[in-house]
């Protein structure tokens, strides 16, 4: 038999996976070699240019979405650990650059093959479990990006059943935004403070010792909260426990020492 084009991935890392949890972008890595693609990391990517988009500054986003645009030209698909980022991409690229007969092209070309980490592996590839295992209970946040705009529900969660040890239990309200929001949280502080003080409460409501998210934006801005009420909850990217790799202590213990 002959054999089978090797898929060639291309990993956009994410500037909050860079910057605050590089252990996301490896552990996405190894899910995307286990699934049997070659992955490339373009050393030329930069930031997909939400923070500017968010804020309103329209010309200085199409200026990073080019660059963007420009570093993946050449990979069958881009994958990207973030559901935000990938919206980005995917939504938002086309329609900055609708009018443009030379980017818009080149943009929709982009989105087309531009796809969140899980719902890649469960959506394009057809991966039905993975190999990890996982003690205790977890819960699941549904990121606002992942969830609304590229349809990230069922996915992640039938990865997590197939976690040996796992059990997850569904919090009240899980599709409820966190407050994050990117620019959201740092613009409207204390509406933000609010809004996930109420998301920790309906978190903590189901005993789970470890939260779970497809975007480090939301968790980060989740384990943050926690540690300010002295929660025991542990927060982790989806992307660490189902490539096994979790010895990394959870997001926010790094600096505290507390590697629960």
């Known amino acids: 038999m002959p054999e089978s084009k090797p898929i060639n991935v291309a990993l956009f890392v994410t500037c909050v996976v860079d910057l605050f949890r590089p252990s996301v972008g490896f552990a996405a890595l190894q899910l995307l070699e286990d699934a049997g693609c070659t992955v490339f990391v373009p050393e030329a990517q930069t930031c997909c ?32 650990p973030s559901g935000s980022c990938t919206g980005m991409i995917k ?17 929709r070309a982009l989105s087309g093959k531009t796809f969140e980490l899980i719902s890649f592996l469960t959506d394009r590839l057809g991966v039905e479990a993975v190999e990890a295992a996982y003690a205790g209970k977890v819960t699941y946040h549904d990121a606002c990006s992942g969830l609304r705009e590229l349809g990230i529900r069922d996915q992640p969660r039938k990865l997590l059943n197939s976690v040996e040890g796992l059990e997850l239990e569904e919090a009240p309200d899980r599709d409820v935004c966190c407050g994050f929001g990117g620019t959201f949280s740092a613009k409207y502080g204390e509406i933000s403070g609010a809004i996930v003080t109420t998301k920790t ?28 009420e002295g929660s025991p909850i542990s927060v982790r990217h989806i992307a660490e426990v ?4 979790t010895e990394t202590p959870p997001i926010g213990a790094e600096n505290t020492g507390d590697g629960k």
Not at 91 to 107: N, R
Not at 201 to 228: F, H, M, P, W, Y
Not at 242 to 245: E, F, N, S
């Open 49 to 80: 240019g939400q923070p500017a988009y968010n804020s309103g500054a329209r010309e200085k986003t199409m200026v990073i979405a080019k660059q963007v645009i420009e570093s993946f030209d050449d990979y069958d698909y881009v994958v990207a």
């Open 91 to 107: 939504v938002h690229y086309p329609q900055l650059f609708l009018k443009d007969e030379v980017w818009g092209p080149k943009a």
């Open 242 to 245: 189902l490539a096994g790799m």
């Open 201 to 228: 409460k309906a978190l903590g409501s189901t005993e789970a010792a470890t939260v779970l998210g497809g975007d480090l934006g939301c968790l980060l801005n989740i384990a943050g909260r926690l540690q300010r």
